[in-house]
């Protein structure tokens, strides 16, 4: 594939202001790609996307809130407007609402599961028949070793990952004959804002469970994604990528 031509790809990445997202949509943009970064704070995303920009890179800031269908359709139609098709889907974008099941209340189950799943559903549903017609696309679903193993005090997260996980294989052969590859990663536990708010009992623990005995790095995901993302990985989809320091084997 020409440089060329990966310079005209599109790419969004969701929850792409900090952490995780941020450090795939800059790994992105190193290749290349025009970015769009999503998140919910205006500055953030803003921030990610100037950060791509003093790189050398191309990237647009989109300020909405992805736990909303209906501001995810007009995000889309604004951008297959501009763009005509988007080529990369990274949903990236995540919150927590831990607690013990007896003391979750409705809206923090319903809040985790309508950001981390349900908007995946609506991105996809919106960007991916461009990406069919076009026969060429990339889907890349950021889910969690939780959604594998589970984990107390996180049914919602968990619920939310593991949807992610079967919503991943179930639309990789869905689109599979359009040549549209969609793949998930489930990282462990990766040094960002969110894990260092764990409290260091938890840390420690973690800790024990993970064979190479220390946390990933955004990087260790931004890299996989990028795979996953490229020509390279066009014989690769319905898969599952845990990058967790061999917590899960």
């Known amino acids: 594939m020409s440089e060329e031509t990966i310079n005209n790809r599109v790419a969004v990445v969701t929850g792409a202001g900090r952490g995780i997202g941020r450090g795939i949509a800059e790994s992105l943009a190193r290749d290349g790609l025009h970015v769009v970064c999503v998140s919910k704070s205006e500055s953030s995303c803003g921030a990610a996307a100037d950060a791509i920009r003093q790189a050398g890179g191309q990237a647009d800031a989109l300020a909405i809130d992805v736990s909303s269908g209906e501001q995810i359709r007009q995000a889309c139609e604004a951008l297959l407007e501009k763009h005509q098709c988007v080529d990369v889907l990274v949903n990236n974008a995540g919150i927590t609402r831990d607690n013990l099941l007896f003391r979750m209340e409705e809206d923090d189950w319903n809040d985790v599961i309508h950001t981390n799943l349900t908007s995946c559903f609506h991105w996809i549903k919106a960007l991916g028949r461009p990406m069919t017609r076009k026969r060429w696309g990339r889907i890349v679903n950021v889910a969690s070793v939780v959604g594998l193993t589970g984990n107390a005090g996180q049914a919602n997260y968990s619920a939310a990952k593991a949807g992610m996980i079967g919503l991943t294989k179930s639309l990789a052969r869905e689109f599979a004959a ?70 899960v084997m």
């Open 178 to 247: 359009r040549s549209v590859t969609v793949n998930a990663i489930a990282p462990g536990f990766i040094d960002t804002d969110m894990t260092s708010e764990l409290d260091e009992r938890v840390k420690d623990a973690a800790l024990g469970t993970i064979p190479l005995k220390r946390f990933g790095q955004v990087s260790d995901i931004a890299e996989m994604a990028a795979f996953l993302c490229s020509d390279k990985a066009s014989y690769v989809t319905g898969q599952v990528f845990t990058v967790d320091g061999g917590m």
